[in-house]
């Protein structure tokens, strides 16, 4: 008994040692970045590397002190929950009709309105952008909220509806036998039911509000409504060059909340993109 556990032993440390060298191995690379984010701009901009750099936080008082960081920070954030809310409230009610209702071309306008996600963006900027300045929203955080729902507002109903497919008739039927009316059965029933597809759906419209720019730069036309991904071109050109250092540190910032999130609910958001590339 006494071999049978050492082995046991041996075996798990083996396996924790194999998978600490694999997160290790995964993570050297955003390790590295980080690194670029806390040296001197001189050591990054040698010709020849420096594995033992000295770290600064040269460009962390940069970020910080001569950019306004914190008002990108809040911009990002206020436009993608808002976006995100906007999503959902419209997105709910849309999946729950195509899953649940039988009418003609159901089917045929779910397609549909997945298929508008496929559109290159550049087709619709320039009608966007004139659109938002005769109604006067250009360079405000409600007109980011106002693009990105409409960008990821078809992936979210799809994902949603997925989701509600899966849910059996019989819970419905039953909720009506007791009169209950449609918006009670969705409220009360059908969204608690598919509530883990609600926050995949969720975390990817974030997601993909966040890597988008071409809408950004197109209508946070000054510093009052630019976000994290645009405040980044700042740093890519000027009299000052190209400041690697600040790219690192405002890029890893503003990948580290996405990184947490994705991770506490990945198991969530694996069984919503399968479910979501199988259903019809």
């Known amino acids: 008994m006494a071999g049978k556990s050492g082995r046991r032993s041996e075996n798990r440390f083996i396996r924790y040692l194999i998978l600490f060298t694999w997160a290790l191995f995964c993570l050297m690379p955003i390790l590295w970045f980080l690194s670029i984010g806390l040296r001197p701009r001189i050591e990054i901009i040698t010709p020849q590397p420096i594995y033992w750099p000295s770290f600064s936080l040269d460009a962390w008082k940069m970020i910080w002190q001569d950019w306004p960081m914190a008002k990108y920070l809040f911009n990002s954030v206020a436009a993608i929950f808002g976006s995100?809310?906007?999503?959902?409230?419209?997105?709910?009610?849309?999946?729950?009709?195509?899953s649940r209702f039988t009418f003609r071309g159901r089917d045929d306008i779910a397609f549909y309105i997945l298929s508008t996600r496929m559109m290159a963006p550049a087709i619709v900027a320039i009608p966007i952008f004139f659109l938002f300045r005769n109604l006067g929203l250009l360079d405000t955080i409600?007109?980011?909220?106002?693009?990105?729902?409409?960008?990821n507002l078809s992936i979210v109903t799809w994902i949603i509806r997925s989701y509600m497919l899966d849910i059996p008739k019989e819970l419905e039927d039953a909720a009506r036998t007791d009169g209950a009316g449609d918006l009670r059965i969705l409220?009360?029933?059908?969204?608690?039911?598919?509530l883990p597809g609600i926050i995949t759906a969720a975390v990817i419209a974030m997601i993909f509000a966040i890597n988008e720019f071409l809408f950004t730069l197109l209508i946070a036309s000054t510093p009052n409504a630019y976000t994290m991904s645009v405040a980044l071109a700042n740093f890519t050109g000027g009299s000052d060059g190209v400041i690697y250092n600040a790219i690192a540190l405002v890029s890893f910032i503003a990948m580290v909340p996405v990184f947490i999130v994705v991770l506490a609910i990945q198991k969530h958001l694996s069984r919503g993109l399968t479910m979501g590339a199988v259903k019809g």
């Not at 409600?142 to 960008?151: D, E, K, N, R, T």
């Not at 409220?187 to 598919?194: D, F, L, Q, R």
């Open 187 to 194: 409220w009360e029933i059908i969204i608690p039911a598919v």
């Open 84 to 98: 995100v809310l906007i999503d959902l409230v419209l997105a709910i009610p849309a999946a729950y009709a195509l």
């Open 142 to 151: 409600y007109a980011l909220m106002l693009v990105y729902a409409a960008i």
